[in-house]
């Protein structure tokens, strides 16, 4: 656990009691909507219970009308149709969904998944011709295909409809202005030059979610489908969950609405392998939150595309049996195992580099590291790693024969991608977001690369931003945190980007016992707190450092979740601490 952060506690709203009162909840509460700009009161009802009715109509994302319209037509005419997915989370539910839809509806579909380390993420020229040699009339893309214009000249040159489905960044032409590949149809949340879409924040599998639900509309010549596809759209919600909550996009307006109906129906989902999945990770007959899909289910499906082939991932979610499906299942938790040990071993090896190189001293301001041997699928989970670890922005790269893959992760205040660009001389390629991105450099070229991302970074990050920053709802009161409180707080779900679990603040607590070390190595605090006759027990992760700095009758704060726990029928509530200052 750190020791430092910049904890940042919202200012109590004047509107609180009011709001609190309209919604028949908690001044807390109502003090937590208000920080996530929920103030009204049909707002608050509207996030505090949400429904169906709330996503938007599909006809308001950009390009969809038109895409919808053409694959409707290929479904009419028995045209062979491929989708083109990506190999992570996100994309493999968005092929799933497209490829279930376009089935349920009568048409011809088959799917493509490229290989991660052969063929790298995107639409590909080589790829695009295999497909249109195999027959395919039709292209459609999930999560990838924005910035195909190469590719995608391959197919209009060939007479074959393609069809762009995305999320992630355009390129940018020389005049400043957007570059989009010429296409049939391109599908996008944020399209320039289109009508503002209410959810700019929509992943791949919401994109194909809400596609789907177009494509269904234009078959059946109404806003109305069918009885057995609309029963698939309710199922698809489950699979649009997974790819929202595991590409980590703002869990909020349309995207929370997806993934609250979604997580309650995993557990009832008519997917076989969806069930297959679920069994594998040990959740059979459970409720599903957010945290299993980040945790359990995500990391299978990705461990897959990460260690070998997604492809087999998107075949135990369309055309295997259940005992292929459950065959594919184990196969993927063996994946994840080794994907875990491997990535183990990078981390170690990575911070020996770290050590070596001095980027963890103090004017250090950010990590490249790189190596032969390392695994190419892996290396952004390494930098994640590396990022929690160091809190400064941080690229891993595997170096081997031809080109290095590298794939980076940053913090809050600093573009990633635009840095990359800034040190595009020494790249090969590179792209990506403000927080996540990849790359591609000459083994030759990565010496010099770290040396100019370094300098980079170290002009750009300030003090500030290498201390980590914690946003904290409000202060609470020991005597107010009961379990009442927390079932409140879990209405607020689902959790993650954009929705983050309440923190609390519980300042001038007594320490009313020795702290005890628990944890196979001691690595983690049970602490017993007080304050004013409530007494209330707590744990801290990852805190064992701090134990000869806790000595009972020392005054702490502490930033806390409140959990229920429940031993021997007894259900009490226990502080999950996320933060120490010692007063």
Known sequence: MRKSHRWQIASPHPSADTLARDLRTSPLIAQILLNRQIDTPIAGQAFLSPKLTQLIDPSKLPGLTRAADRIARAIRDRDPIVIYGDYDVDGITASTILWHAIRILGGDARYYIPHRIEEGYGLNTDAVRQLINDGAKLIITVDCGVTAIEPAAVAREAGVDLVITDHHEWRVAPDGGPLLPNCCAIVHPRLP??????????????????????????????????????????????????????????????????????????????????????????????????????????????????????????EMLTTASPERADEIATFLEAQNRQRQQTERKIVDEAIEQIVSLELDAPHARAIVVGAEGWH???????????????????????????????????????????????????????????????????????????????????????????????????????????????????????????????????????????????????????????????????IAFGAGDLYDELRPGRAVHLAVQPQLNEWNGRVSVELEVKAVQIG
């Not at 170096?399 to 940053?410: D, P, T, V, W």
């Open 193 to 314: 030059g289109e009508t503002t879409y209410d959810n700019p924040h929509l992943c791949g599998a919401g994109v194909a979610f809400k596609l789907a639900w177009g494509i269904g509309q234009a078959v059946c010549g109404s806003s109305k489908v069918g009885e057995e596809f609309r029963a698939f759209l309710l199922d698809a919600t489950a699979l649009a969950a997974l790819g929202t909550i595991a590409d980590v996009v703002p869990l909020v307006g349309e995207n929370r609405v997806l993934a609250r109906f979604g997580l309650s129906g995993l557990k009832a989902s008519k997917l076989t392998g969806i069930q297959s999945l679920i069994r594998s990770a040990g959740l059979d007959g459970q409720n599903i939150d957010s945290i299993h899909v980040g945790f359990l289910l995500g990391p299978r499906l990705n461990a897959c595309g990460r260690m070998g082939h997604a492809e087999m991932a998107v």
């Open 376 to 538: 190419p699928g892996v290396i952004g989970i390494v930098a994640s790693r590396i990022v929690d670890r160091y809190h400064r922005p941080a690229i891993v790269v595997a170096l081997g024969e031809g080109h290095g893959h590298g794939s980076g992760r940053s913090i809050a205040g600093f573009h990633l991608a635009r840095a990359l660009e800034a040190c595009g001389t020494h790249l090969i390629s590179s792209g990506g977001h403000e927080m996540a991105a990849g790359l591609r450099v000459e083994p030759s070229r990565f010496d010099a690369f770290r040396e100019a991302f370094v300098a980079h970074a170290a002009t750009s990050v300030s003090d500030e931003l290498l201390i980590p920053e914690l946003r904290i709802d409000c202060e609470a009161a020991l005597e107010h945190i009961n379990a009442a409180l927390v079932k409140d707080l879990e209405r607020l779900g689902p959790f993650g980007q954009g929705n983050p679990r309440p923190l609390l603040a519980c300042r001038d607590l007594e320490l009313a016992a020795e702290p005890r070390r628990v944890g196979r190595n001691g690595d983690h605090l049970q602490l017993f707190v007080r304050q004013r006759g409530t007494a209330m027990k707590a």
